[in-house]
């Protein structure tokens, strides 16, 4: 074999293996990131050492070196959606949890159960499931508005769930994309809803 000929290989391979690294970096940053499960507010729909696929294109992924610019998304945030967010006391970290309000709305804890502007949430994702009055929500006579450009979101284990309840709201900047797949392990593979 002549040096030209281990040069050209030697320059194909490491152009291939930086096209394949920008493209991995691009599909992470504007379509799809995977993320670990690392505690057990959002049993049963997820338990710990799941491993999730994050649909960051849906609702618009955040445009890198911006403060708050976005890429169109095709859908909006619906009630119900488990969403990936920024922790809003420590925006390095990502949280999970399910979304139950929208702004302007109100949020009232009874007797287990979750009440938007007076009325029950009584849809599938809410059914079944005792959330209890912690944080804020210590009195169940307390309502809460979520403010502009906010959301509210619970764990679906609420009695070990840190969340809106004790540090607030999510702002809509902080949202990071739809929870859609588990994918391992194995035994654990669906669609999350």
Do not use: C
């Amino acid at each position: 074999m002549d040096k030209n000929r281990i040069k050209k290989e030697f320059k194909e391979w490491i152009e291939a293996l930086l096209i394949a690294l920008v493209l991995a970096v691009f599909v992470r940053t504007f379509f799809i990131e995977a993320f670990k499960i690392p505690t057990g507010s959002m049993r049963p729909t997820l338990i710990e050492g799941d491993h999730i696929i994050v649909n960051k294109f849906v609702y618009g992924a955040k445009i890198p070196f911006t403060k708050n610019a976005r890429i169109p998304g095709f859908a909006k945030p619906k009630r119900g959606d488990v969403i990936v967010f920024l922790y809003p006391e420590d925006t390095k970290k990502n949280f999970i949890k399910r979304l139950v309000a929208f702004p302007g709305e109100t949020v009232q804890i009874l007797g287990g159960k979750i009440f938007i502007d007076g009325k029950e949430l009584s849809s599938g994702k809410f059914m079944n499931k005792y959330y209890y009055n912690r944080g804020v929500f210590e009195n169940e006579d307390f309502v809460l508005t979520v403010p502009e450009n906010s959301y509210f979101v619970l764990g679906d284990n609420s009695g070990s769930s840190k969340d809106s309840r004790y540090w607030g709201f999510v702002s809509e900047g902080y949202l990071v994309g739809q929870a859609n797949i588990i994918y391992w392990p194995l035994w654990r593979i669906r669609l999350i809803e």
